[in-house]
């Protein structure tokens, strides 16, 4: 059977009258010295001749994308059409492998990017900005749904009927959610056991996926699904996917629409997969190869430090992307280490807790691109920045906040200015894990160090501690007065 991409024509398309999207979106192998190509209605994970991971790549010279991207805001406007509505698929013209026709969107990307002055002092940028871009406002919750809306249309374009992932939670979230709400597939979910959020799972299950819980870590899920998926033939939707990290570059478009299309000094983001700054990176690639911001901002990764992969090998063992040629000997000797060591990831940061992150290769083009950093925090300085942030009115999950810990660190070390204009991206809502935010904020020192002791957090700095106080009112009225 013809997939239905072949013959999807993009009528509306500006400046082509008739085109088939097979002739202007294709797959390609991120090697250049490979470089193989593959139909963009084709599902794969890696290149058939080298193993590598895949693009998305676009003939831009017959798309002809707006020459400026002031064009996007002509669609607020028209947000009674779900297309412009969508914060993906307003962006449409720069990440055009599917019909329009078969784009399914559920309202994601509707987020804002914040001024914090509070946080900006925390991190110490005083004469300069703070933005948080907040992704805890998408339909699930978090980011992922940018990415899932864009991997779902393309199953929905080949006309996929089950999709799968591994997750440590927002990814499967996101999945049961894009399932439950259209109906075109059945998700199964992947999570490791013990290791998923309460936030996260509840919504899964509650979404109605099929929920397999592994006895193993979140790596041995990514290994396993990846198995069934090519033996079912069950559409893959992990960042492994390219269509996903299309969406993701919409997030990038969104801090800049944000800023009326400046392109700020830095961008911070939480590394897990690394799916995220793999399509930051490519995002700025592509705008500065159409011709449509003529500076890329500077990009910085953190991991945590307990899954620091990325930052073992980019800042320690000196891995770069090398125009593609990888030294991939590193990074075999490092993954060989932490078998020998049985060294697994842990941090409280549960959506960053990984370390063999699929994207690792695209990562380091995108710092290649972007003259990225890379730093590490600790689950201590995580959860402070993660108290600054809530105080300053934008809840997130620990690993989002890891962001606005690698920035404050990042100006410590005066690799970020002081007068830069800097965006920390939080990945995810606060509701997504309340158990570390309650913790941390928690009188009970067994609660405490329960959640958090064992994980090397001394103290909680900036700890709102709730008031016991007796059901009486005369004693409320009175502890009221104490403290307020
Ligand atoms: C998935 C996720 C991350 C990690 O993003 P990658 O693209 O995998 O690096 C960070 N924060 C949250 C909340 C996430 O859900
Ligand atoms: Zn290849």
Excluded at 92 to 97: A, G, V
Excluded at 445 to 458: A, H, P, T
């Amino acid at each position: 059977m013809l997939a239905a991409g072949r013959c999807g024509i993009v009528r509306e398309f500006r400046a082509i009258s008739v085109v088939t999207l097979t002739d202007v979106a294709f797959q390609r192998c991120i090697v250049p010295a490979c470089g193989a190509t593959y139909g963009v209605d084709e599902v794969r994970v890696a290149c058939d001749v080298c193993g590598s991971l895949l693009d998305v790549v676009y003939d831009w010279e017959r798309l002809k994308p707006p020459d400026k991207l002031s064009f996007f805001e002509t669609k607020w406007s028209r947000r009674y059409e779900p297309l412009s509505l969508s914060g993906v698929w307003r962006f449409y013209e720069l990440l055009p492998f599917a019909p329009r026709d078969r784009v399914v969107t559920i309202g994601e990307g509707q987020t804002l990017l914040q001024s914090s002055p509070g946080v900006a002092k925390y991190v110490g940028v005083d004469g300069g900005e703070l933005l948080l871009q907040y992704e805890g406002l998408n339909p699930s919750g978090s980011f992922k749904d940018n990415g899932m809306s864009a991997a779902f249309t393309h199953a929905h374009t080949i006309n996929a009927k089950r999709a799968a992932c591994a997750s440590t939670g927002n990814t499967s979230a996101s999945l049961a959610l894009y399932c439950s709400v259209t109906k075109l597939m059945r998700a199964v979910i992947f999570i490791g056991s013990g290791k998923i959020s309460y936030g996260k799972l509840s919504q899964a299950l509650d979404f109605g996926a099929l929920t397999m819980q592994i006895a193993g870590d979140f790596d041995d899920a990514m290994a396993r699904v990846k198995e069934v998926s090519s033996q079912l033939g069950i559409y893959l939707v992990n960042s492994v996917n390219p269509f996903r990290l299309e969406g993701q570059k919409t997030i990038m478009f969104r801090v800049l629409e944000a800023l009326r299309w400046e392109v700020p000094d830095w961008i911070v983001v939480p590394g897990g997969n690394l799916g995220n700054s793999s399509a930051f990176g490519k995002a700025f690639a592509e705008l500065k190869e159409i011709g449509l911001i003529d500076r890329v901002p500077r990009l910085a990764v953190i991991n945590a430090k307990g899954a620091d992969t990325l930052y073992e090998l980019y800042e320690n063992r000196g891995l770069r992307w090398n125009g593609g040629q990888i030294d991939g000997a590193i990074r075999d000797d490092y993954y060989a280490e932490l078998d020998a060591a049985e060294k697994r990831a842990s941090t409280i940061a549960s959506a960053i807790e990984i370390n063999r992150p699929v994207n690792l290769e695209k990562c380091l083009r995108a710092l290649d691109t972007c003259d990225g950093v890379v730093r590490e925090v600790t689950d201590q300085q995580i959860l402070d920045a993660k108290a600054q942030v809530g105080a300053g009115g934008l809840g997130c999950e620990p690993a989002s906040a890891a962001s606005v810990a690698g920035a404050k660190l990042l100006v410590s070390q005066g690799v970020i200015a002081p007068s830069d204009r800097v965006v920390c991206v939080l990945t995810g809502h606060q509701l997504k894990d309340p158990t570390a935010t309650v913790a941390y904020h928690t009188t009970d020192q067994d609660q405490f160090n329960r959640v958090l002791g064992s994980r090397g957090v001394k103290r909680a700095a900036f700890a709102n501690r709730a008031v016991a106080v007796p059901n009486q009112l005369d004693e409320i009225v009175k502890a009221i007065q104490l403290y307020s």
